[in-house]
């Protein structure tokens, strides 16, 4: 299982700040659903191999801070909604929101830009395609018109 540190959940959680925002939110976690709500690792720091514990946070961890994020979006932030929010959140029975990563957003804009270019392309073809019409038009009617004019000058 992927696991990812603080720094990683504060980059994809839309709506998350810092990690002091993220360390809050988990201390309301682990006070209302326990402290082993998240895992622990050893994390080497040197080249000794010395470790220190570190939480780490799981997928499902990083859709539920989604999910609190889109919970405190809609209404004002403070205590009690925190709490609401964190609690409805890891309840288990909602439904996870996985949260969208820069590629997904920029895949999004990317086929908004083409969709709106195709639009454009199509628009510009039926104006190019009635100018060839008009130009066409106007063609036979010089034709007509050159056949049909009367000469001034005639040879004797």
Not at 69 to 90: C, D, G, H, M, W
Not at 133 to 142: D, M, W, Y
Request: with cysteine; aromatic share 8%; net charge positive.
């Amino acid at each position: 299982m992927k696991t990812f540190l603080a720094s990683d959940v504060v980059k994809q959680v839309e709506g998350l700040n810092n990690e002091k925002t993220l360390n809050r939110w988990r201390k309301v976690a682990q006070n209302n659903f326990g402290e082993d709500c998240f895992e622990i690792e050893n994390v080497p720091f040197n080249r000794r191999g010395n470790s220190r514990p570190v939480i780490v946070y799981s997928l499902d961890d990083i859709q539920r801070f989604q999910t609190v994020a889109n919970i405190l979006s809609e209404q004002p932030s403070n205590r009690k909604n925190l709490t609401e929010a964190i609690v409805t959140a890891f309840s288990s029975d909602l439904p996870l929101v996985k949260p969208k990563g820069k590629l997904e957003l920029l895949v999004d804009d990317l086929s908004e830009w083409l969709d709106a270019l195709q639009a454009e392309d199509k628009r510009l073809l039926t104006f190019i395609q009635e100018i060839n019409r008009k130009i066409s038009k106007i063609q036979a009617t010089l034709q007509i018109a050159q056949e049909n004019k009367p000469k001034l000058f005639k040879k004797k």
